[in-house]
């Protein structure tokens, strides 16, 4: 689904499908056409709808010394011209509201030039280039994508609900009114929680109650699930229902760590919801507590038809306020019943495992590993779904090596193909000992590989400097910042920040890869918690899980810059005037 480069005399446009968005890269076939550039103007025209020009946060000094179109916003890319080579668009929010219209997008980008005197030269039209875009949630064949849009720590979550915002009532109580007030925001607008949720759950949060929803105004259809955090309080409702019908079965994690509602010793969500459950249940609803060796890990929804299994949504996005809301998580939804039906054989051995050994302990882990599902991969491909294998954990000793090992080998195997590349959001690099971890810590400093790469726990910061060909590796929890004017400063949230666990190796390459899921890629998870780990080969879905480290990577390095925390740990030092903040990360193209 990548779609095809559009080029002028030597500037050309290259657009990359997202999930509900679009990355466009911009190249000149003759540096001297890049001479006295100001940056690039970019035109949208959505489906039916006016043209619009992107805004950009940064202007001109003087904007009185450049061409200006007045009739436009001042931040407007046709008075305030992007600096970069590449630009990633989501629709909605500023020109559309919360949900964005889908269809085919044009986008037209016009390079902009200084003349002598330093002033930038009205737009010439001449020079532009216009590609066109399917834009839309992410969908191929059998497979739907969705990700959270997180990003609490941003100036578009301060601008649209405030620094101080709640996420939730005051008291969090377990269920509560999530169409009820929330706050007001600085230009003195109201919105509610579900304002705030369905900003930041983005197309995760439209995959997950897609799939809730359909199961509840059905009752023929029957729905497993597999949970670990579990708060939010849309999903409670809709399960507590399925649970009235009997028409639900609960695997829920019993682990210590848990977050409790009102302090020490009081319940934690999971326990509260666990009562509530139980007192309404209609058999054969039935909810299960356990945790395999340390954790039940998984997050997961199999929906099934008459005892059919027809419909799968995994990934790493917990059913909870934080999972869907603050942190940076992925869902995949399979509409395919051989892939649905392996879930639902672990869905009942786990339930059979996890019935017989309900504490935590090694014997459910033991139990489980030595299974058929723990030790052979299941690998499929048709022509709806692209060609992949899952494993599933808890697994022996010997096969959390083989598993872990063989993703380290294809991260360090990019080393030494053409254009090889790792882009990167995972969780997690310290903590565990595992291959995975010391190769994505290492990754940075080849000057033969392309990596991008953040986690809330990166084990040192790496931040990309103009004119290197090493990569970067930042951290996802910046901590306290004071961002330079033009600017607006952003609030610090709860939590991980960085949840998602995927890689993708090889874009643009013969065989580009991409491992997801729910693991942490850690041996410690992969031998002791119920996980699902997804190895998809297919290009357009690896494009879509590299734009989002992009954008991530990208946010969170110029945060990282301006993070008084990470000053002290001998984070290097950068200029922090506008200009700088202007030219950061302008240099770097993707491949």
């Not at 959270?148 to 709640?166: I, K, N, P």
């Amino acid at each position: 689904m990548v779609s095809t480069q559009k080029k002028g005399a030597s500037f050309s446009v290259k657009p990359y499908v997202g999930d509900n968005k679009t990355l466009l890269a911009f190249n000149f076939d003759d540096p001297d056409d890049a001479k006295d550039l100001a940056g690039f103007t970019i035109a949208c025209k959505p489906p039916g709808q006016p043209s619009y020009y992107l805004i950009n946060e940064l202007r001109f000094s003087d904007p009185s010394a450049h061409a200006q179109v007045s009739s436009q916003d001042p931040n407007s890319t046709v008075n305030a011209p992007i600096q970069k080579y590449r630009w990633t668009h989501v629709p909605g929010t500023t020109h559309q509201g919360l949900i964005s219209v889908v269809g085919s997008y044009s986008y037209t980008v016009t390079p902009r030039y200084f003349d002598a005197r330093s002033s930038m030269q009205s737009l010439d039209g001449s020079v532009s280039v216009t590609v066109t875009v399917p834009v839309g949630p992410f969908n191929k064949g059998s497979l739907a994508l969705g990700f959270t849009r997180g990003y609490m720590q941003s100036e578009a979550f301060a601008h649209h609900f405030g620094a101080g915002a709640l996420l939730q009532p005051s008291a969090k109580p377990l269920l509560y009114d999530t169409t009820q007030k929330a706050g007001t925001n600085s230009a003195g607008q109201n919105f509610t929680f579900a304002d705030e949720y369905i900003w930041m759950g983005a197309t995760a949060r439209q995959r997950i109650f897609a799939i809730l929803n359909a199961v509840l105004n059905d009752s023929t259809l029957h729905l497993d699930v597999f949970a670990y955090d579990l708060n939010e309080p849309d999903i409670l409702k809709i399960l507590l229902n399925l649970a009235k019908g009997g028409r639900v079965r609960v695997i829920l994690d019993n682990a210590k760590l848990h977050v409790t509602q009102k302090g020490a010793g009081a319940p934690t969500p999971e326990d509260a919801f666990t009562a509530q459950f139980e007192k309404q249940a209609v058999s054969p609803a039935e909810i299960l507590r356990g945790s395999f060796a340390r954790y039940s890990h998984d997050k997961i929804f199999i929906v099934s038809k008459n005892g059919v299994s027809t419909q799968v949504l995994t990934g790493s996005t917990n059913f909870s306020v934080t999972g869907l809301y603050v942190n940076a998580n992925h869902v995949l939804v399979f509409d395919d019943t051989n892939v649905a039906a392996e879930y639902a054989k672990v869905f009942a051995e786990s339930w059979q495992v996890l019935k017989q050994f309900p504490t935590t302990s090694k014997k459910a882990a033991n139990a489980f590993d030595n299974t058929p599902l723990a030790t052979t991969p299941y690998t499929y491909h048709s022509p709806s779904v692209p060609r992949m294998s899952i494993t599933f954990s808890p697994h022996t000793e010997p096969d959390v090596a083989k598993i872990l090992g063989n993703i380290s080998n294809r991260i360090t195997k990019q080393s030494s193909i053409p254009r090889g590349n790792v882009l990167f959001a995972v969780m997690q690099l310290t903590g565990s000992q595992t291959p995975v971890y010391d190769t994505l810590k290492k990754i940075y400093l080849s000057k033969t590989v392309y990596s991008y790469g953040i986690s809330d726990a990166p084990g040192g910061t790496h931040l990309y400097a103009p004119g290197s060909v090493a990569g970067v590796l930042v951290t996802g929890k910046p901590g306290s910042t004071t961002l330079p004017p033009p600017f607006d400063q952003v609030p610090s949230p709860p939590g991980h920040e960085i949840h998602d666990k995927f890689i993708v190796c090889g874009l643009n390459t013969d065989d580009p890869v991409v491992y997801c899921g729910s693991s942490n890629l850690a041996s410690g998870g992969e031998a002791a918690n119920g996980d699902n780990l997804l190895e998809i080969h297919d290009a357009d879905v690896a494009t879509v899980f590299a734009i989002e480290a992009l954008l991530l990577v990208d946010h969170y390095n110029f945060l990282d810059r301006y993070a008084s925390a990470k000053k002290s740990q001998g984070t290097p030092k950068t200029n922090t005037k506008t200009k700088q903040a202007r030219k950061h990360n302008a240099q770097r193209k993707p491949r």
